[in-house]
């Protein structure tokens, strides 16, 4: 059977590939949008195919010769998400249909529509309806809610405002009814669709037991060994709500919004398909799914987070973004006598829990400031404290090139008036930091002057923090 996975750097395809790539008599492509930026792969059983389901001649190019396409593209980084969601799906199915594609199993979310209905789950739905339209090509729809796994948006959240804050004040929302279910019987569904034997278009609803977001708060506190008060206040509005969020998890403003819309309606399952199709699959409760997750963040196995894929930031050319930059500040120190590997190690494990050196505290405050302007502030942290892979985010930067032994580049995802990029290189035995900045206006050069002596004491200090961390290394 020949599988084509699209959204493989998303949350759930990067651990789809993962399970499927196990079974050895699929072949697979997967479609990318950046060839280049993507790890090579050893297994023969993968193509990698690049393409962009906005190029319908791209898609049509990716999906010959394949039986069974998977759908789990999303746009909601961007603020027109709806309308390319629904183009992108159209051209999927038209592309689906062209080459004689039997099946597409699509992952939506779970819920109905009605007048509380949020932007986010109408568009999720639509989606769903165009790929179900084809008369030609069968779709598999399986629907869920929240999804319980290390790195998940709406798992970050609970664990974040559970972890944070003892005593929390909630909208009225948090007695709306969901049914999450853990991101290991997703995958389950969503691989045992490649096999199942029916004809026509299926809506399946996954979930475990339903619990109201309170209920979900006080079992996550329960299993992660803590007391916590909930006290539902009946005038938080969804802006406030979506701020509050926005200061004490790591989704940024914009998400937070989209999901807070999301909690006014139930999200729990309209039909028994999941019981009837897939019967073998028994759903892990809601306290275990969380052990999962909050084991797997503890052993750093985090295999994927909901930041990791590049959503725009691959619309910049970032080699001509730092050539443009207007101001600089270069620092190099020689590295005549280190481990080249060892210094290498130590550039790439900066942020997160790591922190950023002497003057961490300016950037736990910078990250604050961002924060309150609605950004990611430093809450995304790492996925990985040494490890880390083009695309993924660090804090509150994005990485955009990673050559091993070489170079990182991070561009800057933080609320500032211009662009930055932060990089590393190692090259004729010296170790090169460069902060790269191209302002917007004349706030954009008040911002860079304002900074100059933050900057000279924060890059001193971590080129040479850099250099002395490179000796601990094993
Ligand atoms: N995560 C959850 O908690 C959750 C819960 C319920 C349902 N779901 C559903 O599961 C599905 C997958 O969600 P996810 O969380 O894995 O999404 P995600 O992490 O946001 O990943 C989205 C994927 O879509 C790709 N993509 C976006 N635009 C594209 C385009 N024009 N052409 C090709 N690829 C494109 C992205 O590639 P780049 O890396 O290039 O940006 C990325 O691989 C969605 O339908 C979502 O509604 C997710």
């Excluded at 929390?168 to 669709?193: C, G, H, N």
């Excluded at 005038?235 to 926005?246: A, R």
Aim: with cysteine.
């Amino acid at each position: 059977m020949k599988v084509l996975l699209t959204g493989s750097t998303g949350y759930i395809g990067r651990r789809l590939k993962q399970e499927l790539v196990k079974n050895e008599d699929l072949q697979f492509k997967l479609l990318v949008r950046h060839k280049d930026r993507f790890p090579p792969q050893t297994n023969k059983n993968i193509e990698i195919i690049e393409g962009d389901t906005l190029n319908k001649d791209s898609l049509i190019e990716a999906l010959k010769d394949v039986d069974v396409a998977y759908y789990l593209v999303h746009s909601l980084n961007s603020s027109d998400y709806k309308n390319l969601d629904k183009k992108s799906a159209q051209n999927f199915i038209e592309a689906c249909e062209i080459n004689g594609v039997k099946r597409v199993i699509y992952l939506g979310g779970l819920g109905v529509k009605d007048e509380n209905t949020s932007e986010h789950l109408l568009s999720r739905i639509e989606t769903g309806e165009v790929l179900s339209s084809s008369k030609k090509v069968q779709t598999i729809w399986i629907r869920a809610g929240v999804i319980i796994g290390s790195g998940s948006t709406s798992f970050e959240i609970i664990r974040n405002l559970t972890e944070k804050l003892p005593i929390m004040t909630t909208p009225k929302w948090v007695f709306t009814k969901a049914q999450p279910i853990s991101v290991r019987d997703v995958l389950r569904y969503l691989e045992d669709s490649l096999y199942l034997d029916v004809k026509v278009n299926l809506v399946v609803d996954i979930g475990s037991e339903q619990l109201t977001y309170e209920e979900m708060m006080l079992k996550t506190a329960k299993v992660l060994g803590l007391n916590r008060l909930i006290i539902p206040l009946p005038f938080l509005s969804i802006n406030l709500s979506s701020y509050w969020l926005n200061l004490f998890t790591p989704v940024p403003f914009v998400v937070a919004k989209a999901l807070i819309e999301g909690l006014k309606s139930e999200v729990v399952i309209q039909n028994d398909n999941a019981k009837r199709y897939f019967p073998h699959i028994v759903p892990l409760d809601y306290e275990s799914s969380v052990r999962k997750a909050i084991e797997a963040i503890q052993k750093n196995q985090v295999f994927s987070r909901w930041s990791d894929n590049a959503g725009t930031i691959w619309e910049k050319d970032h080699s001509q973004g730092i050539a443009n930059a207007l101001y600089l500040d270069r620092k190099e120190r020689s590295i005549k006598n280190y481990d080249k590997e060892k210094i290498y190690k130590s550039f790439i494990s900066i942020g997160g829990d790591n922190g950023w050196f002497k003057y961490d505290f300016l950037w736990v405050i910078r990250g604050v400031f961002d924060q309150i302007l609605g950004g990611y502030g430093l809450k995304r942290g790492r996925r990985h404290p040494q490890n880390l892979r083009i695309g993924e985010s660090l804090d509150f930067w994005k990485v955009v090139d990673l050559k091993k032994n070489e170079r990182l580049l991070l561009f800057a995802q933080m609320k500032v008036p211009g662009e930055a990029w932060l990089e590393f290189k190692i090259e004729d035995e010296k170790l090169i930091q460069s902060a790269y900045f191209y302002p917007k206006g004349v706030i954009g050069r008040i911002y860079w002057f304002c900074l100059i002596p933050i900057h000279y004491l924060v890059f001193n200090d971590m080129i040479d923090s850099i250099i002395r961390k490179s000796k601990d290394i094993k």
